[in-house]
T-cell receptor, first 115, second 113 residues
Framework: EAGVAQSPRYKIIEKRQSVAFWCNPI?????LYWYQQILGQGPKLLIQ????????DSQLPKDRFSAERLKGVDSTLKIQPAKLEDSAVYLC?????????????FGPGTRLTVT | GESVGLHLPTLSVQEGDNSIINCAYS??????FIWYKQESGKGPQFIID?????DKRQGQRVTVLLNKTVKHLSLQIAATQPGDSAVYFC????????????FGTGTRLLVSP
């Protein structure tokens, strides 16, 4: 089974520029998540999709971050304009029911550096 | 807001020892907990989970213990191997079902040969 794919793996931009990240979840997984992981911290949920609908975006800074999942499969996360504090790893995950509950499978992440 | 935290930021052990990684949680509404392992440059990987109606759950070389009285979670790794070196996160659901997770800050496990 192929895992969650993300691209690019690394991105360096200057503040005030825009950037987009792409995620392709595991086939058949209806739920997709974007997390922000700042160095030395645990992942923080930004947005959760169920198929192509948003379930939770309460922690998404909507003045600069946007995300979409138009066909209920792959997803993009955009930052415009970027700030220095956006430097982090952006993780995408998808989930399926297994064992006790829904297990989230994570992609390798995109490491963003804002200079 | 309520959060999940860890007692030890770094744990160093010798190969073959048993490791215990601890986690304190503060959201009493949480009823589902997971341990994840994250190796450098990779996303978190599911290790083991437990529901609040359990005190203990065992996997392959790993055991999770849940003490709801003191809101404490621990991960025990038996016969620790160099390949176990990673950052370990506990996560809780905040009582929101089984799909939304709040992660702690992590403990780095270093295994010496």
């Amino acid at each position: 089974e192929a895992g969650v794919a993300q691209s690019p793996r690394y991105k360096i931009i200057e503040k005030r520029q825009s950037v987009a990240f792409w995620c392709n979840p595991i086939s058949g997984h209806a739920t997709l998540y974007w997390y922000q992981q700042i160095l030395g911290q645990g992942p923080k949920l930004l947005i959760q999709f169920q198929n192509n609908g948003v379930v939770d975006d309460s922690q998404l800074p909507k003045d600069r971050f946007s995300a979409e999942r138009l066909k209920g499969v792959d997803s993009t996360l955009k930052i415009q304009p970027a700030k220095l504090e956006d430097s982090a790893v952006y993780l995408c995950a998808s989930s399926t029911y297994r064992g006790l509950a829904y297990e989230q499978y994570f992609g390798p992440g995109t490491r963003l550096t804002v200079t | 807001g309520e959060s999940v935290g860890l007692h030890l930021p770094t744990l160093s052990v010798q190969e073959g020892d048993n490791s215990i990684i601890n986690c304190a949680y503060s959201n009493s509404a949480s009823d589902y907990f997971i341990w994840y392992k994250q190796e450098s440059g990779k996303g978190p990987q599911f290790i083991i989970d437990i529901r609040s109606n359990m005190d203990k759950r065992q996997g392959q070389r790993v055991t999770v213990l849940l003490n709801k009285t003191v809101k404490h979670l621990s991960l025990q790794i038996a016969a620790t191997q160099p390949g176990d070196s990673a950052v370990y996160f506990c996560a809780e659901n905040g009582g929101t079902g089984f799909q939304k997770l709040v992660f702690g800050t992590g403990t780095r496990l270093l295994v010496s040969p």
